[in-house]
């Protein structure tokens, strides 16, 4: 065979490599399907050590410009909740809460055994934001170490809560369930002071009124999900007040700007137009300048592929059973006005990756694969600055 024959016939990978889609940076050897958290120079993951079966979960602090090992929590543990004012906060798996130095992994506090549990929570500088198994809504100021207010929600333990901050608001939901009442309801609280700025509650028949609830100021969306009443109310994040009819839409893939995107199209948020058809998304998707960065699962059967991870350690473990695909799952770069591929798929060695987090114009994921085949990691790429047809 001729070089020239052969140049030609490698020319589409080459081009897949050195094209304008993103650059892979580092991979390094962890395996988790949580998103990292980025943060002072560190990449933050709850994972095990890739090739290790039958690991606990440690807390790992990698180096975000090389993918080095900064750190590793002597603790295992089952929760990774977040960082701030300094220190990283999780639950070990003896129930304890544990405090960390963000920057060397040392201890520097453990509660009691039997604390409560904390079901949600979010970060906000120094102050995080819990959402316990009390049904309390917590704030605490982690450098003072001081409880700054708290909240009691009617909801019995075990309901289903969230918790999401945008700007100087915090909007908390919750299902509430008992023999005569279903139906879901949201507050949106004062994050200095927890006080009560507004509620919606689902209209009648509550029994057909759970919600699932997404904040994209200035806008809150709450998507009933009952069969009979699949829509999404468009509440503004000030007043409550829903803003139009509701969208005849029933998940929500992403929002940017005053577009969201759904199953059946994409909606102008201010007007609750419908600007487009089928939407070319899916669950996972961020943004960077004007494209929307996309997961995708190969064609493997993953519902079977999971029932096989009982043990897993992130690299291989049992015998592939399944379809006989090799694991081409992939990231993908969308132009947000139009839905249509920008830059050439990236096609990755995992079966299972988590929900992307960009910082400074890098994509962390990490992975999980479940085929001989597959690579687990954390994968760090950089992403180009501008469309490429």
């Excluded at 982690?142 to 019995?156: C, D, E, I, T």
Aim: proline share 5%; glycine share 10%; aromatic share 12%.
């Amino acid at each position: 065979m001729s070089s020239k024959y052969y140049f030609l016939m490698c020319l589409p990978f080459l081009l897949g490599c050195f094209g304008g889609g993103p650059k892979l940076i580092w991979c390094a050897p962890f395996a988790s399907e949580k998103p990292p958290i980025v943060q002072d120079g560190l990449v933050y993951v709850q994972a095990i050590r890739a090739g290790h079966p039958g690991s606990a979960a440690q807390v790992f602090a990698l180096n975000a410009v090389n993918g080095e090992e900064r750190w590793a929590s002597v603790d295992t543990i089952e929760e990774l909740y977040g960082i701030s004012g300094g220190y990283v906060f999780c639950r070990n798996t003896a129930g304890d809460m544990v405090q960390l130095n963000a920057q060397t992994g040392e201890k520097i506090f453990e509660s009691e055994a039997n604390n409560q549990p904390i079901l949600h929570w979010a970060t906000q500088g120094d102050i995080i934001f819990i959402i316990n198994d009390l049904m309390e809504v917590v704030a605490v100021d982690n450098r003072a170490n001081k409880v700054l207010w708290r909240m009691k929600l009617p909801f019995s333990p075990g309901e289903q809560t969230d918790l999401q901050l945008a700007g100087n608001n915090m909007i908390v939901s919750g299902n509430f369930r008992d023999q005569n009442n279903f139906f879901g309801i949201i507050w949106c609280l004062n994050l200095e002071t927890g006080q009560e700025i507004w509620h919606y509650e689902a209209p009648t028949p509550h029994e057909f009124a759970p919600l699932n609830v997404f904040v994209h100021a200035p806008y809150v969306l709450a998507t009933n999900t009952s069969p009979s009443e699949l829509q999404t109310q468009v509440l503004d994040i000030n007043t409550g007040k829903a803003s139009y009819a509701p969208l005849g839409i029933f998940d929500i893939y992403g929002c940017y700007g005053r577009t969201v995107y759904a199953p059946g199209g994409t909606y102008n948020l201010q007007t609750g137009q419908k600007t487009a058809g089928e939407a070319n998304w899916i669950s996972g998707c961020v943004f960077y300048n004007d494209i929307g960065w996309k997961r995708q699962l190969s064609s493997v059967n993953i519902i079977r592929a999971f029932a096989l991870r009982d043990t897993f350690d992130g690299d291989f473990m049992g015998k592939r059973n399944w379809l006989d695909t090799p694991p081409n799952s992939a990231l993908e770069g969308f132009d947000v006005s139009t839905g249509k591929s920008v830059f050439k798929t990236k096609t990755c060695t995992f079966t299972r990756f988590s929900t992307p987090v960009i910082n400074e114009g890098i994509l962390y994921h990490t992975s999980i694969a479940v085929m001989k085949e597959g690579k687990s990691g954390v994968w760090a790429y950089r992403l180009p600055k501008g469309k490429q047809n």
